[in-house]
């Protein structure tokens, strides 16, 4: 028998639900062996992003926060491994496994959907001192170092090393900043009550956004009011501002600024993935493949590139409700094209015509902290805690599995009777340091 097989690069918003769908829509042909859905990705998780703040600041647990690839997409094929390169024409990529030698694997119908990198520029110290926001090792590196530097303000007796540790710099006002900052500076705020040696006005809390507005994905009312309540809160709200260079921990800021920090966080903006740019498929001009509204890859005149589909940060699908412009990287629009994609992909499988992509932004919420936020969904606009709620309530819509949803429920409510968890384990990133001074006799 001729078995078909349908290659998914990502396993992220896109390729976790496209890998779903197609388990159910394609469950007899999966069983009768006539098709073999092939999922790749360096990580055996979904990240769930918009629950990245949400564990930083510890209202849920990590785990909590990811989904399982093989427990939920047991009718897949789970490849551990980093695709690096497309050859469309041969229809093979090649896969780098975690170890040992790379691979090709044939495919006939592929889904390329490798998500986004953090967009960075050539900043002098950006590269050794900064950090980005878009892993679930990035949230609880952040959240162990953050919780750190408590500890090394707490106990020094230099002034210098106290400012230092206690200034955290935030790059970026899109949400995924604007909720990281808020909901860090939230958790230092309550974790200072167990801290007599330190005060909240110690420390210093500093968003850099070179556009003059931040959370643009709420619209300018609400992003109005999130910089007057952050600025409420003391944070240092810098609009039209540039990061110049952290060198060491020394930045310096567009408008002349400059101080100390062991903490920059990168949040401005994404980019395609890099890998895409190893590949046969149409790519534009930001290094997107390129689509037409059905999903299917295209040459830049629409022509359709037989057997390839995209969606989600890496692809350039056309936004039909704003003609010449494109879907913007949201999950938002990545599970919703995933789900019109897997239709489409079935449907040409079986003969019949693929669908075009069509969704207005219907608009985001955003969490400020425990029992703030802020909302603009559908022409209504929230604030505080009716807008945290809001918040919590589409993110538990929306996180895949009835168990994850218990669980992520379950985190929330105990947050809520119990205390919050303030303990960092920043000994995880470095487990080997005891052993290793125990085993040369330094202890
Ligand atoms: C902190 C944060 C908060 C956010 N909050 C929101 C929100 O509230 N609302 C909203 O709409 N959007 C939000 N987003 C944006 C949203 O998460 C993304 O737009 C969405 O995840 C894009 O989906 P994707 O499938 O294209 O990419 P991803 O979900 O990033 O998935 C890409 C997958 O590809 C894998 N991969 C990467 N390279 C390779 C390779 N070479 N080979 C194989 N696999 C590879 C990755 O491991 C990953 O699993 C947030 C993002 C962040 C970072």
Request: with cysteine.
């Amino acid at each position: 028998m001729d078995r078909k097989r349908i290659l998914i690069i990502g396993a992220g918003h896109v390729g976790f639900y496209v890998a779903a769908d197609l388990g159910r829509k394609l469950r007899k042909e999966i069983r009768r062996g006539a098709v073999e859905v092939v999922v790749v990705d360096p990580n055996q998780h979904m990240t769930y992003q918009p629950f990245l703040p949400e564990a930083a600041a510890g209202h849920i647990s990590p785990r909590h926060g990811v989904i399982s690839l093989r427990r939920s997409l047991k009718h897949c094929t789970i490849l551990a491994g980093r695709v690096t390169r497309i050859d469309h024409a041969d229809r093979t990529v090649t896969v780098q496994p975690i170890t040992g030698p790379a691979r090709k694997v044939e495919y006939d119908e592929i889904v390329v959907a490798p998500g986004s990198v953090s967009r960075t520029l050539p900043i002098p110290g950006l590269a050794e001192n900064g950090i980005g926001f878009k892993t679930m090792g990035e949230a609880i590196y952040l959240r162990n170092h953050v919780l750190a530097r408590l500890d090394i303000a707490a106990s020094t007796t230099d002034e210098e090393v106290r400012r230092r540790a206690l200034s955290f710099v935030f790059v970026g006002g899109g949400f995924a900043g604007i909720e990281a900052l808020a909901e860090l500076e939230d958790m230092v705020r309550d974790t200072l009550r167990y801290y007599p040696e330190l005060e909240m006005e110690q420390t210093r809390w500093v968003l850099v956004e070179a556009s003059q507005r931040i959370l643009p994905e709420v619209g300018p009312d609400m992003g109005v009011y999130t910089v007057r309540q952050l600025l409420k809160r003391g944070l240092d709200i810098r609009l039209n501002t540039l990061l110049k260079s952290c060198v060491d921990g020394h930045v310096v800021l567009s408008d002349g600024t400059e101080f100390e920090s062991d903490t920059i966080v990168w949040t401005a903006g994404v980019k395609p993935n890099p890998m895409l740019r190893e590949s046969d498929l149409p790519t534009g001009p930001k290094g997107h493949v390129v689509c037409v509204p059905t999903l299917q890859v295209a040459t830049e005149d629409g022509t359709v590139v037989p057997g390839a589909w995209a969606a989600g940060d890496g692809a350039q699908v056309p936004d039909l409700t704003n003609p010449g412009g494109y879907c913007s990287p949201s999950a938002q629009h990545a599970v919703r094209q995933a789900h019109r994609l897997s239709k489409n992909l079935v449907a040409v499988l079986r003969g019949g015509q693929p669908v075009e992509y069509r969704h207005k932004y219907a608009g985001s919420v955003a969490s400020l902290g425990l029992h703030k936020g802020v909302a603009h969904v559908y022409n209504i606009k929230l604030k505080g805690i009716l807008a945290w709620f809001l918040h919590r309530t589409y993110h538990l819509s929306r996180v895949p599995g009835f168990g994850r949803k218990t669980r992520v429920v379950a985190d929330w409510t105990l947050a809520l009777l119990t205390k919050r968890e303030i303990v960092q384990l920043g000994e995880l990133q470095e487990p080997h340091g005891p052993f290793a001074e125990a085993s040369t006799g330094e202890v």
